[in-house]
């Protein structure tokens, strides 16, 4: 039998083996927090433009909407609680992502204390965090739907763990208002929802709490908070609908669920690397099997949420399942590994296991921000060795302050909010919106397009949109391209396209003929 783990938080070994100190929760989940902190501000020492996913969010969070074309509009609403106190800056979306990232390490110890864990334990579900790629790297770099979900679902599992032993209306009702949250976060998030239900009706610890009358206020709680997104959304379902694209779904049978299915299992082993091959360490012949009801959910949710998605895969006919998508269904895998290491691990394979982690937290550290000034020589510039905010800045400096800014993208849009916080900022895309601040007032209007020259981008993207809106739109040689070069990559230019004119020239009707062509403005 393995040695019972210390009150103190020291694990004792034989005679001859150092105790190994351990941190407990609070001081775990401080470290945690600081290491977060630590990586979204040294990313900005090197670079003040919004990353993809944190421009579009400055587009999105100018209005209270119901949904945000494919995306659930939870994240946004936050996004906007903060940016109506702080104006259209990026620190608050930082600060924003940082606080979800240190909830939910504070969830998964919650969670661990429900489970009793040991000080080991504890360690062993924080340091998993850090060997996940999809927490350690992208979800600092820039994502954003996707790690509130993560939170909402580690929330939900929290909350029904403790359904088992405290089977209050409250608790139901709580269950209901994260479930939904979940969804509103991320429509992902429904397979772990119906993964964690699946799991807990085949244990009967678990069972008799789903299946009693007080999961109807659970349930009610759920469809109402749902209820006025599922109806905006069936009143657009095409922008409600755009992002299935992702899935890459074909119609033939079987070869496209096989494909699927194929790519969710190779997708789950590469989300879970290296977490699985260091974890390796912990439980090589010694696996532990779990020690109370709470800790066997844990260890059936994946098969559990492994069953529901490939019932999604079948009858959808999904061929590419994406990495993020697995950051609310596999979460938990660094406390399923505690779980199976048991309370009390050798010191030895511990002492491996926490070091390899924090030597991956400090090459996170040193390489989220280097990135950046290293893109020259490496040859890998991002979106933020674009000086666009720069460019923006420059063309506010020799213009009247327009009345709305129309920008070809949410990239070029969200960071154009940054330099004209005062005034409207849509994507063209934005049709309807688009035509009712054209008609509001009359003014200067600024077009603003990326140089890219993929289908629906660039300037003929942009002239294309305003064409859909039934807009006047200029002749693409019309635009003047303002450049410069690409930060820490002075080899690369980053360019934008810029064109300024009244409103009612937009507005005016399009003679037949008249269609802009998609030329290249640069010609």
């Known amino acids: 039998m393995p040695p019972d783990p210390q009150p103190g938080g020291v694990l004792k070994a034989a005679p001859s083996a150092q105790p190994l100190r351990l941190p407990g929760p609070a001081a775990l989940w401080l470290l945690a927090t600081g290491w977060f902190a630590l990586n979204a501000v040294s990313q900005r020492l090197f670079s003040l433009t919004a990353e993809t996913d944190q421009a579009a969010e400055l587009v999105r969070s100018q209005l209270w909407q119901w949904g945000y074309g494919s995306q659930p509009p939870l994240y946004t609403w936050l996004a906007k609680l903060l940016l109506d106190l702080t104006g259209p800056a990026l620190w608050p979306l930082l600060a924003l992502k940082v606080a979800i990232l240190s909830a939910l390490v504070a969830s998964l110890l919650q969670i661990g ?23 350690a790297w992208e979800s600092q770099r820039d994502l954003t739907h996707s790690v509130l979900a993560t939170l909402l679902a580690s929330l939900t599992l929290l909350q029904l763990l403790r359904l088992q032993t405290r089977a209050t209306a409250g608790n139901y009702a709580l269950a209901g208002v994260l ?42 709680i759920f469809a109402g908070l749902l209820a006025p997104h599922l109806l905006w959304a069936l009143g657009q379902p095409d922008l409600a609908l755009g992002g299935l694209d992702k899935l890459q779904a074909e119609a033939a049978f079987p070869i496209a669920q096989l494909r699927g299915l194929g790519s969710a299992a190779w997708t789950a082993i590469a989300f879970l690397t290296p977490l699985w091959i260091v974890g390796l360490v912990l439980v090589v012949k010694r696996l532990q099997p779990p020690g109370n009801p709470g800790q066997r959910l844990l260890c059936r949710l994946p098969l559990a949420i492994a069953a529901v998605l490939t019932v999604v895969i079948l009858v959808s006919g999904a061929t590419r399942i994406k990495d993020r998508w697995y950051q609310n269904l596999l979460f938990y895998a660094p406390a399923l590994l505690a779980v199976l290491s048991g309370p009390a691990p050798p010191p030895r394979r511990l002492r491996i296991h926490l070091q390899t982690a924090a030597l991956a937290a400090a090459a996170v550290s040193v390489a989220l921000p280097a990135r950046i000034p290293l893109a020259g020589a490496l040859g890998r510039t991002s979106a933020l060795n674009a000086p ?30 940054r330099v004209f916080p005062d005034v409207p900022v849509l994507p063209v895309g934005a049709t309807a919106m688009v035509q009712s601040q054209l008609r509001a007032r009359d003014g200067l209007v600024l077009l603003l397009a990326s140089a890219e020259t993929k289908e629906g981008r660039g300037v003929a993207g942009l002239l294309e949109g305003l064409a859909s809106a039934g807009l006047q739109g200029p002749h693409p040689g019309d635009f003047t391209a303002v450049s410069a070069p690409a930060r820490w990559a002075p080899q690369e230019r980053f360019t934008l396209f810029v064109q300024t004119l009244p409103a009612s020239a937009l507005l005016a009707k399009r003679s037949p003929g008249t269609q802009p062509s998609a030329a290249d403005p640069a010609r």
Not at 196 to 213: D, M
Not at 398 to 415: C, K, M, R, W, Y
């Open 113 to 135: 204390r429900v489970l009793r864990f040991s000080p080991a334990q504890h360690c062993i579900t924080v340091a998993g965090i850090v060997l996940i790629p999809q927490f």
């Open 179 to 220: 479930s939904a949250g979940g969804m509103l976060s991320k429509y992902t998030f429904g397979v772990f929802l119906l993964g964690a239900l699946l799991a807990g009706v085949s244990l009967p610890a678990f069972r008799r709490r789903l299946l009693t009358a007080r999961i109807l206020i659970a349930l009610a």
């Open 388 to 417: 666009v905010v720069e460019l923006l800045g420059r063309i506010r400096a020799h213009q009247e302050t327009p009345i709305l800014v129309i920008a070809s993208d949410s990239f070029v849009g969200g960071n154009a909010r």
